[in-house]
C-alpha cells in the first residue's frame, strides 16, 4: 500500500525545510507531524516525554478517532479529560472538576495511567480480547455449521414429510377402494333378501287368495285341511329359514371416525418452527474504568415510539389463586420475574406467557431487580433485609440487613445496587454485600412510606413517591435534581428507565403509563385504559428486547408491550 507523506510541521511552518516528504512520526496529543531530528527535539522536554509518538508507516491503521474521542471530555467535547474519579469511574476535565467532583477521591489522569502498559489489568485486557477473538471464531464457525445443518434438516424434514403424506395418501386411497368393496357386497346382499322378499309376497298373495275361494266354495272340512297345510308351509319356512324377516337396515359408515378426526386436528397443529438452542461461548466482563472509555448514546425522545399490546397473562388461569403480583424484572435472555405479595412466592414467566416455575419465598417482598443474567435482588419488607438470589436455583445466595423498613429496590451499576428506606432515604449496596453509600437527601428522611426506585445509565436515581403523588430524581451525591408532579399521575408507583436515560412511571389511580424525560420538563402518556391498563404497579423495560412488563389490573395480570 502506498504510504502518504506529510511535511514536518515545525520545520515547515518555522521557515526551514520546505520538503513536504520529511515526516516521520506523528505526536497524538500535539496533533502535528515531526521528522526525526524534531521527533528527538520533542521528546527531550520533560513535559512532552510521554506524548504519543506514532510513526507514520503505521498512521493508516492506527485507531486515531477512537483515541481522539477518548480524549475529549464526555461532558464537554473541547476540553481534555484530565482527571480521573476513581468512584465514578470516570474522566474529566477542569470544569468538570470544579462543578462535580471536588469533593471525590480524584487524580491527575497522568498519574493513574502511569504503568498501565505493564499492569495486570492490561494484560488482563489482551487475554480477555484474545478469548474474545477465540469466541467469536467459534461463533463464526458455529454459524457457518448452522447454516449447512439447517440446508441438511430442510431436506430431511422435507423427504419425512412427503413420505408421511405419501403414506396418508395410500392409506385414504385404500380406504376409498374399501368403500367400493364393501358397497357392492351390501349392494348385492339387499338385491337378493329384496328378490326374496318380492317372491314370499307372491307367494303370501297367492296363499291370501286361495284361501278366500276355498272359504267362499267349500265346505268347512277343505277349509279346515287347507289352514292346516298353510301352517305346515309357514313351519317348514322356520325350519328352513328360507324366509326374510329382519327389519335392521343396512349403513355404510367409517369405523374408527374420530379417530381420524382427532389425527386432522393435531396435523392441523404442527408447526415447523425453529428451535433456538444455547450453546455457551467465553465471554468477558470489562471492568468499569474500561465501559466509560466507551461515550455514552447521546439521548434521544422517546415521544414518536409507540407500545403496542403483545399478551394479557391472566395469573389466577397459571394456578394461582386470586394473584396479587407488584413488580417485576426482565432478564436479557427473556426471562421475566414477579413477585407475587399474597402467597409470598416469585413467578417465573416467558414473554410468550408461559409460567415456568413458582417459587415460595420467606417473607412478603416489595421490589426486585436484575443486576445480570444469573443475579436478581429483592427486599423482603417484613425482615428489614436485601436478598441477593441466584436466578437459576431461584434461592438466596446473600442476605443484607438494612435495619430500616425496605421497599424499592433498582440496578445501579453492575456491582451494586440501590434500596429505598422507608425511613433513611437511600442505600448503596455492593453485590457483596457491603453498604457502600447513603443517600442522606432530605426530601425522603422520614416519609415513612414505601418508595419505589429506578436508575439510569448515569447513575441518576429516579424515585417514586405514591402518598405525594411525586416523582424525585437524584444525582450521585445525593442532591435532588428535579421533582416532577402532573395531574396526569396520580398515586405513581412503578418506575423503570427507556435506555435512553429517560423512564416510564406507572399511575395507580390514573390507569396509565406516563414517559418522563431526563431533565423532568417533558412527560406524555404512553398507555392507558384504551390500552388494558388498570391499576398498574411495577413495571420494567428492557431496551434490548424492546419490551415493556406491566403489572397490571391490581396485581391479576401481567401485561406486556412491544416497542414499534
Known sequence: ???????????????????????????????????????????????????????????SSFPQEVINRTHKCESH??????????????????????????????????????????????KEMQNQLAVKGESMKHLLNNKAENLNDI???????????????SRINSYMNELIKNVKTVYE?????????????????????????NLDNIAKFCSDNVTFLYINEIEHVFRQEKETRNTVTETTRTDLAINGIEEIKAFLRNVEKIKIEPVMQHIPVNTITLSPAAQHTIPLEAMKSMTGDILTLNKHIDIA?????????????????????????????????????????????????????????????????????????????????????????????????????????NAGGLMLIGTSGDKEKMFHTKELLHLNQKIFLTANEKSQVFCSLPNKDTILSIDYRGNVR???????????????????????????????????????????????????IQSPTGIDYDKVLEILAVCNCNGSQMSIYSMK
Open 1 to 59: 500500500m502506498e504510504t502518504v507523506s506529510f511535511p514536518c510541521f515545525p520545520c515547515f511552518n518555522g521557515g526551514g525545510s520546505k520538503t513536504k516528504n520529511d515526516a516521520f512520526a506523528f505526536c497524538l496529543e500535539c496533533s502535528e507531524h515531526r521528522c526525526k531530528k524534531c521527533k528527538e527535539i520533542h521528546s527531550k522536554f520533560p513535559q512532552l516525554k510521554y506524548h504519543s509518538i506514532i510513526p507514520c508507516s503505521n498512521i
Open 185 to 209: 357386497k351390501e349392494l348385492q346382499k339387499l338385491r337378493k333378501d329384496l328378490e326374496q322378499l318380492r317372491i314370499q309376497e307372491k307367494g303370501l298373495c297367492k296363499q291370501r287368495d
Open 77 to 122: 467535547s473541547t476540553e481534555k479529560a484530565e482527571y480521573y474519579c476513581s468512584f465514578h469511574c470516570n474522566a474529566f476535565c477542569f470544569v468538570c472538576l470544579m462543578e462535580l467532583h471536588r469533593h471525590c477521591s480524584f487524580k491527575k489522569l497522568s498519574d493513574v495511567s502511569k504503568g498501565v502498559k505493564l499492569s495486570t489489568s492490561f
Open 482 to 532: 428535579f421533582s416532577f408532579q402532573s395531574e396526569k399521575l396520580k398515586s405513581p408507583r412503578g418506575l423503570t428507565g427507556d435506555g435512553n436515560s429517560n423512564i416510564y412511571v406507572s399511575g395507580y389511580e390514573t390507569n396509565n403509563i406516563l414517559w418522563i424525560s431526563n431533565d423532568g420538563k417533558k412527560s406524555k402518556e404512553v398507555l392507558n385504559s384504551k390500552n388494558g
Open 317 to 421: 388461569k397459571k394456578g394461582v389463586k386470586e394473584p396479587v403480583i407488584i413488580d417485576c424484572t426482565i432478564f436479557k435472555s427473556g426471562q421475566i420475574i414477579a413477585i407475587e405479595q399474597k402467597h409470598t412466592c416469585l413467578l417465573e414467566f416467558t414473554t410468550s406467557g408461559m409460567l415456568r416455575r413458582n417459587v415460595k419465598i420467606s417473607s412478603q417482598a416489595l421490589g426486585i431487580a436484575a443486576i445480570d443474567e444469573n443475579v436478581f435482588v429483592l427486599t423482603e419488607s417484613g425482615m428489614d433485609t436485601v436478598h441477593i438470589y441466584n436466578k437459576q436455583s431461584m434461592s438466596s445466595i446473600r442476605e443484607v440487613s438494612i435495619r430500616d423498613n425496605c421497599s424499592g429496590i433498582a440496578r445501579y451499576s453492575n456491582s451494586n445496587f440501590v434500596v429505598g428506606c
Open 151 to 165: 440446508l441438511r434438516q430442510k431436506t430431511k424434514l422435507e423427504t419425512e414429510l412427503s413420505s408421511y403424506v
